[in-house]
């Protein structure tokens, strides 16, 4: 079973807005954190930030703080991560993933999601 | 923030060797230590978590030791599909992060 669906690859301009998305099936989505990892070109994983949908409890990684916005939507099973204005520097793949809590690792995977922003 | 350093950065094997992986942290993690597996065009996926318990599905071939600052996956007898980057990752400061990762390539 894939219990996280990412949506599609998303190719943008700079300074345009984008929201990506991460929908959970096959269990209780308000139960596990969400987190968002970035994997930039040829390059390592790193940690965004997480949502608990359960109470839409946030934790950023001080490296994106400010840069992004993760929400949820529990009635939809859905959490997000979005962008108010891109930078060159956001095209990367973006991977959802699951964590029984903070304190824990990540035991589910999205596919990922392919941004590029170009002019 | 907590550093993570894997090594070797590259491992040249054949298929049915044994492969030693190695993550030292800048301070210790107690036993908040997590293995993943990345094959090219994939997301990762979980191997080993808590230093030594394995995560559902994964193969006895794969084994996690260590606690506090070193840590060490070991592949018993590599096969063809396991071939490719593995990263450690900490998860008890912060949100976590990551090694910078060991590719696994076959000789």
Known sequence: ?119 | EIVLTQSPGNLSLSPGERATLSCRASQSVSSYLAWYQQKPGQAPRLLIYGASSRATGIPDRFSGSGSGTDFTLTISRLEPEDFAVYYCQQYGSSLGTFGQGTKVEIK
């Not at chain 1, 790193?46 to 939507?73: C, H, K, L, N």
């Not at chain 1, 930078?87 to 995977?109: L, P």
């Open chain 1, 1 to 119: 079973e894939v219990p996280l669906v990412q949506s599609e690859a998303e190719v943008k301009k700079p300074g345009e807005s984008l929201k990506i998305s991460c929908k959970g099936s096959g269990y209780t989505f308000t139960n596990y954190w969400i987190g968002w990892v970035r994997q930039m070109p040829g390059k390592g994983l790193e940690w965004m930030g997480i949502i608990y949908p359960g109470d839409s409890d946030t934790r950023y990684s001080p490296s994106f703080q400010g840069q992004v916005t993760i929400s949820a939507d529990k009635s939809i099973n859905t959490a997000y991560l979005q962008w108010s204005s891109l930078k060159a520097s956001d095209s990367a793949m973006y991977y959802c993933a699951r964590r029984d809590g903070v304190i824990s690792a990540a035991d589910y995977w999205g596919q990922g999601t392919l941004v590029t922003v170009s002019s």
